[in-house]
């Protein structure tokens, strides 16, 4: 677990029982930001969008990483 | 304001002929295969982490739209049988025209006229990144910038799929996106164009044995354009959309 910009990426990897990777999963703060954002913007002016999203700056790729 | 001026004088206008070639291609670039005849030893095939290269009558064939362009094929060959052009204009209206043999028997790709009609001066895209790596979305991005200054040809990204013409989908298609992607295709009104970019959305990529993923865009809609490559060139992904509405033929 690394601090990254607003809060923390983790990497977990699942191995097998010879220690090969079975499954890797990066999760960055935008996983969870991404919530935030909505909560942020609900019932708010169309024009606080760009702010509110620029402000958040979350990956639109790491997301579903 | 003078001095604004002046840097403007000195700095001259920096937006990049298309489609001339008058830009350099970076040195190590990859492009169009060029497959001869061979005696399928299959250590491309063995080596390739895609499996983008099969056998066929005279050799073997490689799908483009698989391809990560990682250059392993050609190394592991002692024939010298595979290689690559430096050439960037790879995009396709039709999945099999993607896919290089030796024969090179490719369906001539015809300019849909309607496409012309109604998209050719001006097309709007909504791009959904469906799980990428922000390679091919990076790639997109920069046709917006003065260097590629896409908007000259009425093409433009747009902020909500209610505004677009078509929809440009980047990455492999993941579980977890599939719900918005449909949601995004529903939402552009008629008619609409699908638009690949890179191996993930055409393929599944470097993806496609994972189970959280659903590789590529095909299952789903009929695709209008696949401009393959991990990630395309902007070069690439610019003269695809030119070639679909008809600014550019071959």
Request: hydrophobic share 35%; proline share 4%; aromatic share 8%.
């Amino acid at each position: 677990m690394v601090e990254a910009w607003r809060g923390e990426t983790l990497h977990i990897a699942i191995t097998d029982c010879k220690g090969r990777f079975i499954r890797y999963k990066i999760v960055d703060p935008s996983f969870h930001n991404w919530t935030a954002l909505e909560v942020v913007l609900r019932n708010e002016l169309i024009y606080n969008f760009p702010l509110c999203n620029k402000s958040f700056n979350l990956s639109y790729c790491g997301h579903d990483l | 304001m003078l001095s604004i001026i002046k840097t403007r004088l000195k700095q001259g206008c920096r937006t990049i002929k298309f489609p001339d070639r008058g830009f350099p291609l970076p040195k190590n670039y990859l492009g169009k295969p060029v497959i001869k005849k061979c005696s399928k030893c299959q250590k491309c095939q063995t080596i390739c982490p895609v499996s983008c290269i099969s056998e066929s009558n005279n050799g073997i064939s490689i799908d483009i739209g698989k391809c990560i362009f990682c250059r392993k094929c050609f190394q592991v060959c002692e024939e010298g049988a595979i290689q690559f052009e430096k050439t960037y204009e790879l995009a396709e209206f039709s999945r099999s025209n993607l896919i290089y043999s030796t024969e090179m028997k490719k369906q001539e790709s015809l300019l849909n006229k309607e496409i012309k009609r109604v998209f050719g001066r001006s097309l709007k895209l909504r791009q959904v990144s469906a799980g990428g790596c922000n390679a091919c979305e990076a790639d997109c991005n920069v046709l917006e910038t003065v260097g590629w200054d896409m908007g000259r040809f009425g093409i433009q990204f747009v902020a909500s799929p209610r505004h677009a013409d078509a929809i440009l989908i980047t990455g492999p298609i993941t579980k977890n996106m599939e719900l918005a992607l449909k949601k995004t295709y529903d939402a552009l009104a008629s008619p609409k164009l699908v638009i690949t970019v890179g191996a993930c959305a055409i393929s599944g990529g470097i993806f496609a044995e994972s189970s959280e993923v659903l590789c590529g865009v095909k299952k789903f809609y009929n695709v209008d354009l696949y401009i393959p490559g991990c990630p395309p060139h902007p070069a690439t992904i610019l003269h695809g959309l030119l070639k679909l509405i008809g600014k550019i033929s071959e």
